[in-house]
């Protein structure tokens, strides 16, 4: 954990997190999608996981507008798409 004054990412380190982000993300639509089907949309679960989906969807927003911050003339438009 980093501590004292913040020190932005690096470029690789943005790549690394946006390779697991964007993994966990494919998997928890995977599984809502799921849920959903075998529990019906109204179901609590299903929109319980589905907002969850939601702020996943809204954290590679943020980190992918953090990267751009960080990272002023890289390439990062894809880091977490």
Known sequence: MRQGTPIP???EEHRQLGGEIRKTRA???QLC???AA???PN???AFTFA???EAVDRLCLDL????SA???????DTLYR
């Open 51 to 53: 907002r969850a989906v």
């Open 64 to 67: 992918q507008a953090q990267a």
């Open 43 to 45: 179901n609590q679960a």
């Open 9 to 11: 990412l690096t470029f």
């Open 38 to 40: 075998v529990y019906g």
């Open 70 to 76: 960080d990272l002023p003339g890289y390439p990062t």
């Open 33 to 35: 999608d799921l849920v």
């Open 27 to 29: 998997k928890l639509h």
